[in-house]
């Protein structure tokens, strides 16, 4: 009977400690989640389509994808699918060549989110052809995999940019020396510009959000 009278203590702090942890958990559990940390997840997609194409339907196409990933509205990492205009001065009578590429040196602030596309490089500082002959599928994102499964464009020359960087803002122009892409991630349509070879469309193209991915 002693040793049974000595017990009771224990087990009723233990009854306690119990009740506590659950009363606790139950608190923890109905917390609404706009108190808790809350992360926002989107991938949004933008084309970019010239018209003029629309004239020409033999003509293999020369659109332009961006996809990106955001989270709470901060750019993590993203993908550019286009052509080799992108790195070139002019195109001297020949087709362009196709590359899917990874956002690289990404910095985002109030207005502007500026990338950078880089052209693979050997240890000594060679270029190497990365580009395809036609139009790469959107859900290949690696060139190693494009160039498995598409033919090599010939046309590569040093000429080439190493990078371009892009800046994605409302229109504004960033450094002239790399190739940079303005746009705003909350708009439906959104104006990119080439900032290291402006040149080419020194309004910028025309981005479109894409709602529809079946095309994708």
Request: with cysteine; proline share 4%.
């Amino acid at each position: 009977m002693e040793s049974y009278k000595s017990n009771r203590p224990e087990s009723k702090s233990l009854f306690t400690a119990v009740m506590t942890l659950s009363v606790a958990w139950y608190f923890i559990s109905i917390i609404p989640l706009s108190a808790q940390e809350r992360v926002d997840i989107d991938t949004l997609w933008y084309r970019y389509h010239n018209p003029e194409q629309d004239y020409y339907p033999d003509l293999l196409p020369e659109d332009c994808y961006m996809e990106l990933y955001l989270e709470n509205g901060i750019l993590k990492k993203g993908y550019f699918w286009g052509t080799t205009d992108e790195f070139e001065q002019a195109r001297e009578g020949y087709e362009c060549g196709y590359f899917v590429m990874p956002m690289t040196d990404i910095k985002q602030d109030k207005d502007s989110i500026s990338f950078r596309l880089d052209i693979v490089t050997t240890s000594s500082g060679e270029k190497v052809n990365t580009f395809v002959k036609a139009p790469i599928d959107r859900h290949i994102r690696s060139w190693q995999e494009a160039m498995s499964r598409y033919q090599t464009w010939e046309p590569f020359t040093d000429r080439m940019e190493d990078e371009i960087q892009m800046s994605i803002s409302f229109a504004r122009w960033l450094e002239n020396d790399t190739v940079r892409y303005n746009m705003s991630v909350r708009k439906d349509t959104v104006r990119v510009k080439n900032l290291t070879c402006p040149y080419i469309d020194r309004e910028g193209k025309a981005f479109v959000l894409l709602k529809d991915r079946t095309g994708l």
